[in-house]
């Protein structure tokens, strides 16, 4: 009788327990979050970009001033040259620094104290008497550059929904673009020393308002602190229920398990899978695409091609013109990535670029080669660039930030994009140390349609290999990427 008793007492506590699940469950309704969050993390995020847009274009203003003769220490031109490339050289340390930073503080820390060096640089250019101090200005500040977009580029892939991802994106590119435009706008309209202090003020503007911002959920699953990431990705959808948040989080745990797993070697892992190497054969091929289409060049020396170019409109004002239009075309591209998808605007964007490009050439062609008049057509040039800084924003420019954060996997990412900005910066390297030697060797139109010949090429074959990614999860990217591996849920 006593154990019939117990029989039923076991029954009926399991009947209870079946109940009460089964009423939470009917009490739980899915709730309805906010994206607002996630854009503002991601424009807090941006300010660093910002900085080094500001540094990046720094010298299209700064390099007329410092050449001048009537100054005190002028530079020489191939002084000039250094101190636009070791801020190249510098992004090339900061790529290989920041992959140690990311999974051990944390993609928010590690923004944070990748400001340091952005505000380093300031400094010593604002105090600088002589070329030495300038060119350590420059690489203490690139390290700063590589290691705040490799860092970037995981945040925003991170803290975004699958629908607004590739908008987030966008913000690296567009607000490279703003710091260039914030920075070229002050060098046309205030002295060079009101330049530099101004200038200052955006990494300093960047730790204030980023240090509010959530750190993202894949980081704390990365060191098991599940609770910390279920919080994380709430606080980034505006939801008070945990449970709202559950599913997607186990599809995250999943893929961070997985990648957990097979995490030996991060570089032999990087091409151990076929996934993996196809999506770096992608990457590399989109920054090799962008930066051989000549855009450090038309970055760093805007101002000294559109004086060469002979327009009634002055260079500086021009620089600014040309910022305005990159703005424009940034936030463009943003509205149109997660619309028409990457692939087309890669194709898009390339195509035209490299049209403007050839443009460009043949004004100098005519100028410098053939000896034509040109005076009835110098705003060529300037409407040439300006459409090749537009449509470059559109794809090429953009597209490597977007795809970065995309295609690999979480154990690799860091790796990766650490990889992708390290090559850029390499290829930016090559790039602008061999602009004026090609200009004098094969005259400056040459060197433009080079620029265009390779601009045509890599978007050509970056467009047959890439997938598209638009509204896909990053867990969905890398089951088409690595059809092999299965995840367990949709996210």
């Known amino acids: 009788f006593l154990h019939f008793g117990r029989g039923v007492d076991i029954e009926n506590s399991v009947e ?7 009423e939470s469950q009917q009490q739980f309704t899915p709730e309805r979050g906010s994206q607002w969050l996630q854009f503002i993390a991601a424009i807090s995020a941006s300010l660093a970009v910002i900085a080094c847009g500001g540094h990046l274009g720094w010298t299209s203003p700064a390099l007329p001033h410092l050449t001048d003769p009537s100054i005190e220490s002028p530079i020489t031109k191939s002084q000039g040259a250094w101190v636009v490339t070791l801020y190249t050289i510098g992004a090339i340390i900061g790529s290989l620094i920041s992959p140690v930073c990311i999974d051990r503080l944390g993609r928010k820390y590690s923004l944070l104290i990748l400001a340091a060096p952005q505000l380093v640089g300031w400094c010593l250019i604002i105090f600088a008497t002589n070329v030495e101090m300038l060119y350590a200005a420059r690489l203490i500040a690139g390290i700063g550059h590589g290691g705040v977009y490799n ?10 929904d699958k629908n607004i991802r590739g908008a987030l994106g966008t913000l690296l590119k567009m607000s490279t673009n703003i ?3 914030f920075v070229t706008t002050l060098g046309a309209y205030f ?11 955006i990494p300093f503007l960047f730790i204030v308002v980023f240090i509010f911002m959530p750190e993202t959920p894949y980081f704390y699953l990365i060191k098991n602190r599940v609770p910390e990431a279920e919080k994380s990705l709430m606080v980034l959808r505006r939801l008070k229920n945990v449970e709202s948040v559950r599913e997607d989080i186990e599809v995250m745990r999943s893929a961070v398990e997985e990648g957990k797993r097979s995490k030996k070697n991060l570089l032999v892992e990087l091409v151990r899978t076929r996934g993996n190497r196809r999506a770096l054969l992608i990457l590399l091929g989109l920054k090799a695409t962008q930066q051989f289409s000549g855009h450090i060049v038309v970055v760093a020396y805007t101002q000294e091609i559109f004086a060469q ?10 620089v600014v ?17 997660d619309r ?3 692939r087309i605007l890669m194709l898009v964007s390339g195509l035209s670029s490299s049209i403007a490009l050839i443009a460009v050439g043949i004004f100098f062609y005519l100028k410098y080669s053939v000896h034509m008049d040109v005076s009835s057509i110098t705003w060529l040039p300037i409407a040439a660039l300006i459409a090749y800084d537009v449509m470059e924003v559109f794809g090429i420019g953009t597209l490597p930030y977007v795809l970065m954060g995309e295609l690999f996997p979480t154990n690799v990412k860091g790796t990766a994009v650490a990889s992708g900005i390290l090559v850029g910066a390499v290829f930016a390297t090559l790039v602008g140390l061999s602009f004026q030697a090609m200009n004098s060797a094969l005259g400056i139109h040459w060197t433009f349609w080079i620029f265009a010949i390779c601009c045509t090429l890599g978007t050509l074959f970056v467009y047959f290999i890439t997938p598209e990614t638009k509204g896909k999860s990053l867990e969905e990217i890398q089951r088409e990427l690595n059809p092999q591996k299965i995840f367990t849920t949709k996210h």
């Open 340 to 342: 028409l998808g990457r």
């Open 309 to 318: 170019s002979g327009s009634a409109l002055p260079a500086a004002q021009a």
């Open 179 to 181: 710091g260039t435009l």
């Open 16 to 22: 209870k327990d079946n109940n009460k699940e089964i």
């Open 191 to 201: 002295p060079y020393w009101k330049l530099n202090l101004i200038s200052l003020s």
């Open 321 to 337: 013109i040309l910022g305005v239009f990159q703005l424009v075309a940034g936030i463009l591209a943003a509205a149109l990535v």
């Open 151 to 160: 860092v970037t580029v995981i945040y925003l892939a991170e803290i975004a």
